[in-house]
């Protein structure tokens, strides 16, 4: 029952997944419980169990993994479980494989066994009910205080009270000023758990906004992030309170004027995005690492992101020379160097020279957030205190 509804919730819990087959067979390794594929082309392989992670559990998901390193390089693993404490999430996402729990994912106690909140009844007054139901009929996600005002006829400060009591009686949630989320029926009656697309949400939250998609979300978008991301991160000109809605986070970063540059729109669903294009996330993966998985996995990031053979080197440089950061000139070439040693890459010396122009004789290490230990590049000037990178 429960990988049934899993399978039938994936484009829903996992975005832009779709179901190719169930009970996948690894070769003598055993039968995975989902495969499934993303807008991309990238491999997914998800494996459900109803219990607690524990150290079968995860030995199974790391043998699975490991055959999927041979054979399958770019496919992506996930593991999904009860309950997991943050030190095997930990471990887990460090070999690259995903791991979501029931209730990250939201799902109902009657198909869990796991604890979720009550069911909300709905009390509304006749006004309230014609103004849900509209909402209803036209699929709307996010309500504002004007659409309604204009839908009914009726002032902004009624249309901004009926709002409110949408929210008192469980029927909406306030995400913003003047912006609600519309509660489904089935989650108001405790039938479903409110799983909603992050991308589409972010969407309505920033429509009237300059916004682009950015770092571990738009490595996602563009298929060479290597896990799935449990939040939705946009960048936008103008501080926003982050939202949460259901099984979707969405934060928001807000940078300067200056950086804020290098972004395409992206056909996604029914909708167009605004997304950073590959040297800009490249850039602001590097710059913070700490909303892109880590260090280790912004290298991943970047070396899948050139097995793409769509990265534009004289773009990328460029978008460096923009951001007007020694660090992350001297960070990105230290990287360069470690790809083409491990042969992902065949890095022209002019772009090698360029970085080294963009370079100050101040060290920085790294890894933004580990301590400053580690063998120093004295040609990039920047100290290995990641503990993975030949120098």
Request: some cysteine; charged content about 30%.
């Amino acid at each position: 029952m429960l990988e049934d509804y899993v399978a039938s919730n994936l484009s829903r819990f996992f975005y832009g997944l779709e179901l190719v087959r169930r009970h996948e067979r690894v070769a003598n390794k055993g039968t995975i419980d989902i495969y499934a594929r993303d807008s991309n082309g990238i491999d997914y392989y998800i494996e459900i169990k109803d219990v607690e992670c524990n150290r079968l559990s995860i030995g199974q998901a790391v043998e699975y993994k490991a055959y999927l390193a041979r054979v399958n390089p770019r496919a992506r693993m996930i593991f999904v479980c009860k309950e997991a404490d943050e030190s095997i999430k930990e471990l887990l996402s460090s070999i690259g494989i995903d791991i979501r729990t029931f209730r990250d994912l939201q799902i109902p106690e009657e198909i869990s066994g796991y604890e979720t909140s009550k069911s909300l009844l709905m009390k509304l007054s006749p006004i309230e009910q014609k103004a849900y139901f509209a909402f209803q009929r036209k699929g709307t996600n996010i309500a504002r205080i004007e659409d309604l005002s204009s839908a009914l006829g009726v002032s902004r400060s009624w249309a901004k009270n009926i709002l409110s009591k949408l929210a008192k009686h469980g029927a909406a949630q306030r995400v913003s000023k003047g912006k609600y989320a519309i509660i489904p029926p089935d989650v108001m009656y405790g039938r479903k758990s409110y799983a909603v697309d992050p991308l589409v949400l972010a969407s309505e939250l920033v429509k009237d906004s300059e916004y682009y998609v950015a770092y571990y979300s738009a490595a996602q978008i563009h298929g060479i992030a290597e896990q799935m991301p449990f939040r939705t991160t946009v960048a936008v000109l103008k501080q926003l309170r982050p939202v949460k809605i259901g099984n979707a986070l969405v934060s928001f970063v807000t940078l300067k004027k200056s950086r804020f540059f290098g972004y395409e729109e992206v056909r996604y669903l029914n909708m167009v995005l605004n997304v950073s294009d590959l040297e800009k996330t490249i850039v602001d993966c590097i710059d913070r690492q700490d909303l892109s998985g880590g260090i280790a996995e912004v290298v991943r990031i970047f070396s899948n992101a050139i097995e793409t053979r769509k990265l534009n080197w004289k773009r990328l440089v460029a978008y460096v020379r923009r951001f007007r950061s020694h660090a992350l000139a001297q960070r990105l070439g230290l990287i360069m160097e470690h790809l083409e040693r491990c042969r992902k890459v065949q890095v022209d010396p002019e772009i090698i020279e360029e970085l080294l122009r963009l370079a100050s004789s101040r060290i920085y290490p790294l890894d933004i957030k580990a301590p400053r230990k580690g063998k120093l590049s004295k040609k990039w000037k920047i100290i290995d205190n990641a503990g993975f990178l030949e120098i």
